[in-house]
């Protein structure tokens, strides 16, 4: 029996009944050899850790961009916090650990330079110029299919895919879902994405408060006492609350108690209306916007310098009927495309290169 084979065999002995089994994967768009000694969810998760994409979260901003000091989160520490938290409580609730993991660090692999700000921009420029919009959930399932490995992207298994999606865990969403996925865009189908919403949602709250006040930006005692009095005092209090809640709570559906729910949400909206809104992260904007903007403009002009980065668009286009319509229906597309996969050091640079 092969390794593969043994560790699925485990999985149907030791995994609950909620849990996503590899052997009932749906499968990839391009079927292909299964591996001897991994799992398709080992193998999803070995492929987006080497990826280039998640490389380069290293030097993304997470939300503090005018801070590069070693205290603050980038886009790939905080992924690897989600990633933590959900397989913390993944391995508590005996679900899928690998599944949970592969989503985890792959869900932010859209995320464009300049943090929330940047992929403000970028959906704003989208929208301006005949594209539905820019969402880094959309992007990063984009990134997977598409973008990566020269335009063969990473043919992940169809639960991985689903999980990157939707895993961010808000009321509304500006984009739509394909065809190819089933449900709302919040609402992934099996309990390990449920799993990565939380967790995400757990690692930002908390290292955003972290990093606010590190930067001097907030004090302790600012933050909302009710909340605090149920989550706990410290940074470590307050996960170790979040997680056990979710761990406590879950049986067929990922939750918390009501209670912990809403303190979380308190906090959380306190976030988005006394600390995101503070004149260091917001005055950010107008530098990011005027970046972007300049180096969107350049680009659809210029869209010879993009194929110079990304050779493998040509071969995209050979293969449609009209070259020159394929241009003119995907190059908005393609620079935006770009754009999000810049670090905020090299948007910057180029910037200054475009501006000469």
């Known amino acids: 029996m092969l390794i593969r084979e043994l560790l699925e065999k485990e999985e149907k002995e030791h995994l609950s009944s909620y849990a996503q089994l590899s052997v009932e994967t749906r499968g990839r768009v391009k079927p292909e050899e299964e591996c001897p000694v991994r799992t398709c969810y080992q193998k999803d998760k070995d492929r987006i850790l080497h990826s280039l994409s998640f490389r380069l979260l290293k030097y993304k901003t997470n939300v503090f961009l005018s801070t590069t000091g070693e205290k603050f989160r980038t886009r790939l520490t905080h992924t690897l916090e989600v990633s933590q938290i959900a397989r913390t409580i993944s391995r508590a609730l005996r679900l899928n650990e690998d599944l949970t993991e592969a989503i985890s660090l792959g869900h932010d692999l859209g995320h464009t330079p300049f943090g929330h700000i940047g992929e403000k921009i970028l959906d704003r420029l ?19 299919d598409l973008l990566e490995k020269n335009g063969q992207g990473l043919n992940l298994t169809y639960e991985v895919r689903d999980g990157i999606l939707k895993h961010a865990k808000r009321r509304k969403m500006n984009y739509q879902i ?12 099996t309990l390990e994405g449920e799993i990565v919403q939380f967790a995400d949602w757990i690692a930002y709250i908390n290292h955003d408060i972290d990093d606010a006040i590190n930067m001097g930006l907030l004090k302790p005692e600012y933050l909302p006492r009710e909340a605090i009095k149920i989550l706990g005092n410290s940074h470590g209090q307050r996960i170790d609350t979040m997680v056990k809640s979710v761990i406590e709570n879950s049986k067929g559906k990922i939750q918390m108690s009501p209670e912990v729910m809403k303190a979380t949400v308190n906090l959380r909206d306190f976030l988005f209306q006394e600390v995101y809104t503070l ?35 040509k071969k995209v286009s050979a293969s449609g009927e009209n070259k020159e319509r394929f241009y003119l229906e995907n190059l908005e597309r393609f620079v935006i495309d770009f754009l999000a996969s810049l670090t905020d050091a090299r948007a910057q640079e180029l910037y200054t290169e475009v501006k000469k």
Request: aromatic share 10%; net charge negative; proline share 9%.
């Open 178 to 189: 394909p065809e190819e996925f089933q449900g709302e865009p919040n609402q992934p189908i």
């Open 279 to 313: 004149p260091p992260i917001a005055g950010e904007e107008k530098g990011a916007r005027e970046i972007l903007s300049k180096l969107y403009e350049y680009y659809l002009k210029n869209f010879d310098l993009i194929l110079k980065e990304m050779p493998w668009v």
């Open 126 to 144: 989208a929208k301006r110029n005949h594209l539905k919009g820019f969402h880094h959930a959309e992007q990063s399932l984009r990134v997977v």
